[in-house]
Structure formats: structure tokens, C-alpha cells
């Protein structure tokens, strides 16, 4: 299994942007995805996740209200649409694709993509 992210780039604060994660491998199993980001110096923490079929999502409380996370499982692509960015949003962002509904901790996925940077300025 493969994930490809992309979509990352620099935006100013308030601005948007739509990252995009594509899978590629087995599409019989039924993948949860999410994204995480990480921050230069701090550790990996969760953002987003969605279940296979799209019918629950889960935020972290700082980007609740202004991301939203979605997926189109006949095109294999999870998205994260990210609006009113803030200059602590910067960082590289992760998706991921796991078996374990309700994950939010990096243990419980399984791929990863590559990662993709995004940077908000003030």
C-alpha cells in the first residue's frame, strides 16, 4: 500500500488550502484515513480521521470548525480541505491509512504518505 499526499505550500494567515491523499494497493480493504501533522521540535499529533465510508469524522479541537476532512473511495483520495489557517497550523502534514476505526494516535495506522509542507505566515 501506497499513500501519496500532496497540496501543501505557503498561504498567509487566514487563507486556505485542500490537501490530497492518494492510495494506491489492495482496494478491498476497507482503510480508515487520517492526517497528522508535525511541527519543527514537537512530536506528531493527530488532525483528522474519517471511516471507510465517510459517515464519521474526527478532529482535534484546534482545527474543528476549520478543516474538514473527506474522502472518495471510488477515486482511492482522502482530502483535507483546511480554511483560516493560522500561523501554528505550519507544519508537515501526514496522511495515513489504518484498519482500527475512532484512531487518532499514530500507532493505530498502519501506511503512511510522504509528507507534505504546509507554512502560514502572519
Known amino acids: 500500500v501506497q499513500l501519496q499526499a500532496s497540496g501543501g505550500g505557503l498561504v498567509q494567515a487566514g487563507g486556505s488550502l485542500r490537501l490530497s491523499c492518494v492510495v494506491s494497493g489492495p482496494t478491498y480493504i476497507r482503510y480508515v484515513m487520517g492526517w497528522f501533522r508535525q511541527a519543527p521540535g514537537k512530536e506528531r499529533e493527530f488532525v483528522a480521521s474519517?471511516?471507510?465510508?465517510?459517515?464519521?469524522?474526527f478532529y482535534q479541537d484546534s482545527v474543528r470548525g476549520r478543516f474538514t476532512i473527506s474522502r472518495d473511495n471510488a477515486k482511492n483520495t482522502a482530502t483535507l480541505q483546511m480554511n483560516s489557517l493560522k500561523p501554528e497550523d505550519t507544519a508537515v502534514y501526514y496522511c495515513?491509512?489504518?484498519?482500527?476505526?475512532?484512531?487518532?494516535?499514530?500507532?493505530?495506522?498502519?501506511?503512511w504518505g510522504q509528507g507534505t509542507q504546509v507554512t502560514v505566515s502572519s
Open positions: 474519517i471511516s471507510w465510508t465517510g459517515s464519521s469524522t
Open positions: 495515513a491509512a489504518g484498519s482500527q476505526n475512532y484512531a487518532t494516535t499514530a500507532a493505530d495506522y498502519d501506511y
